[in-house]
């Protein structure tokens, strides 16, 4: 009997640093990133481009982008493509970012994303970050994360990555309240698993939670293969 497929889920709010810890947390374990938040950013993305109107988006009109969109390995990643093209930037601008949180409400554009996400597991192990990756998508994976931070802090970090600077007290404050507003506008899809493992990271490096999330991967999985061989 072959083993159980390695599945790592790491889910958390906006800017918890979901996506950075998990690549960095996939690189350390030679295994694959799935980061399914930029599959909603494709779709996304593909809806602006149609109709830069968000209240007018409708499940239909929504997926109908989705046969743009294809997921394909990398050298560690999933790289989500546009049209066969890489679109990063593009992913990351701020009219894809004001609108993701509408498609991610959108249950059957949910439900669309979870397949290609459980598809790009099927053949490789996987980190794969999200809000539900632990109880909507891999709710029998290896091992369940919940990342949390304080919502300044979060905001802090966003800011310092994006401006590639130390921000200001006044831009973190505004950035907070954006990260809040996002939150609750997140609420119903970021869920953490029974089972999931809380780790808090206000006052933690990313070197530092990388480090507990892998030993905490290398302890689960070998615990897996042996209630396996048992």
Known sequence: ???????IAIDGPAASGKSSTAQWVANQLGIYHVDSGAL???????????????????????????SRVTLIPGERTFIPLIDGTRH????????VTAGVSVVAQLQDARSWVNAQVRAAALHHPVVVDGRDIGTAVFPDATLKIFLVADPWERARRRL?????????????AAETELLVRRDAADSIQTVQARDAILLDTTYLTQADQVARIVALARAAVERARGEHDA
Not at 88 to 95: C, G, Y
């Open 40 to 66: 909603y950013r494709a779709l996304t993305a593909t809806a602006l481009e149609a109709n830069p109107d968000l209240s007018s988006w409708t499940s239909a009109f929504v997926l109908a982008g989705g």
């Open 160 to 172: 310092q990555q994006r401006l590639g600077r130390s921000p200001a007290d006044d831009e973190i």
């Open 88 to 95: 990063d930037e593009r992913l990351r601008a701020s009219d």
């Open 1 to 7: 009997m072959s083993e159980p497929p390695l599945v």
